[in-house]
Nanobody, 124 residues
Framework: QLVESGGGLVQPGDSLRLSCAAT????????MAWFRQAPGKEREGVSC????????SYADSVKGRFTISRDSEKNMVYLQMNSLKPEDTAVYYC???????????????????WGKGTLVTVSA
């Protein structure tokens, strides 16, 4: 089970750190990803990280502002979000691809497990 936390209401330019806790399973050997879905829009891949943590990928819309990281010892994945914009408003989901490396880890179809999401609202 994947459990997200850290969402909330912030102003443009603020920062948030999302956390994803894996319970009842180990994510040590999995590729992990963050997705988001805004109202009326399709779910989109935001960022992903390989099992070793050596390779990360980002959607163009968040490059330079968001940073994904993981602590496999603690079974945790994080998404540091800086310089938030109103268009970042969405429900953010943690997801797991049980393969250690995936070249398509920003595609929802490749994910095996999903969390229930945490809402991020960026508004003045």
């Amino acid at each position: 089970q994947l459990v997200e936390s850290g969402g909330g209401l912030v102003q443009p330019g603020d920062s948030l750190r999302l956390s994803c806790a894996a319970t009842a399973l180990t994510i040590r050997y999995s590729t992990m990803a963050w997705f988001r879905q805004a109202p009326g829009k399709e779910r989109e891949g935001v960022s992903c990280i390989t099992s070793s943590g050596s390779v990360t990928s980002y959607a163009d819309s968040v490059k330079g502002r968001f940073t994904i990281s993981r602590d496999s010892e603690k079974n945790m994945v994080y998404l540091q979000m800086n310089s938030l914009k109103p268009e970042d408003t969405a429900v953010y989901y943690c997801a797991e691809d049980t393969r250690p490396y995936s070249s398509s880890c920003l595609e929802a179809r490749t994910m095996d497990h999903w969390g229930k999401g945490t809402l991020v609202t960026v508004s003045a």
